[in-house]
């Protein structure tokens, strides 16, 4: 893609997600590591690949958990309250009360916590709608953040202008998604969602062996409870027919179809994700997939597959330099106990 002219700079974007176990009393390492890549000379944008509160988003105040959801969100803004660059957080699932009913409520309090701290708007699509919202970072980047958790949430789910949504419709929200696309397809494009569309990790039905005799290690991994041929059961239930949360589920189907069907028509895409407490770079149809949930705990990921370019159980984040002819390169930076940078693990051209 060609740069376009006029005020042309080299822009960096951080991916981060499932940050919502940092540590709430102490410089966490995952942000202090985040934090040593901030350039003041250099234009970036962190974006929150969403579950930003563990383990049910922002209660009541009234709620045992709301102090801890607190520290949770200030421990964020802490880490970011110098950042010279735009900050946005969209929702997971832990985000709203982790798929509970009443959700919506939990999601509206978030968002007006962020914007007490930061002063201003940072959570989006805001109003716990599905979106998507554009957002022009750059004369050549656009970032579109949509809420997948929308998508999968039971209970009340806020659609219409009525509710402060720009779309009225299941069908409406991807004919405004296919037009933001149109409109920015000479840009370097950004579509941020908490839930990917392709995982070789858990919720997109990868398991190891282990997972089978201990089938209760996939929500503990210190749950060692054997539980031999009978254990596969779950392993197998969630590949095939799914948890609210994983691809198979009929919901996530039909969101991840209608995205898969969209995106096969462009080329250069790039489609951010969280969920999955990995780190993962997929290609497919000439687009890219990135999964960066490892912002604060860890799961399983496969280390093969046939589109995986790069899978990695490490805490860290991904980070994307788009440069003035339109290029991008892909580094994957985990934590590291010597440099306070970290370690770059991957690093990848996108094309």
Known sequence: MRAKTGENK?????????????????PDRVLETLKCHFDENQHSAVVFLGDNIYPRGLPPQNNILYKDAEN?????????KDYHG????ISGNHDWNKGRKDGYDYILRQEKYLEKLFGQTVMYPSQGCPGPTEINVN??????????Q????PGFRPIGQAYGCRVSSEEEFFEHLEQIIEKNKDKRII??????????????????????LFPFTIYHKKAYVPLPLIGSLLPIYR??????????????????????????????????????????????????????????????????????????KAKGFFKIKFENDGSAVLSAWVVDHVSKKGIMVYEQNLV
């Open 239 to 312: 590949k095939y027919f799914g948890a609210k949360e994983d691809i198979a589920h009929p919901r996530y189907r039909h969101l991840r179809k209608r995205l898969i069907e969209m995106f096969k028509t462009k080329k250069g895409l790039i489609y951010a994700a969280g969920h999955e407490h990995n780190l993962q770079h997929i290609t497919k149809n000439d687009n890219h997939f990135i999964v960066s949930g490892a912002g604060s705990k860890l799961k399983y990921v496969l280390q093969d597959g046939k589109n995986l370019k790069f899978g990695m």
């Open 10 to 26: 080299t822009y960096e974007v951080f991916l981060i997600g499932d940050t919502g176990d940092v540590n709430r009393h102490k």
């Open 191 to 212: 579509i941020a969602g908490h839930a990917p569309v392709y995982s070789y990790a858990i919720h997109g039905g990868r398991y190891k062996f282990s997972h089978h």
């Open 150 to 153: 929308w998508w999968l949430q």
């Open 72 to 80: 949770t969100l200030i421990a964020h803004y802490n880490a970011l």
């Open 86 to 89: 735009k900050v946005l957080f």
């Open 139 to 148: 004369p050549n980047v656009t970032i579109i953040l949509i809420n997948t």
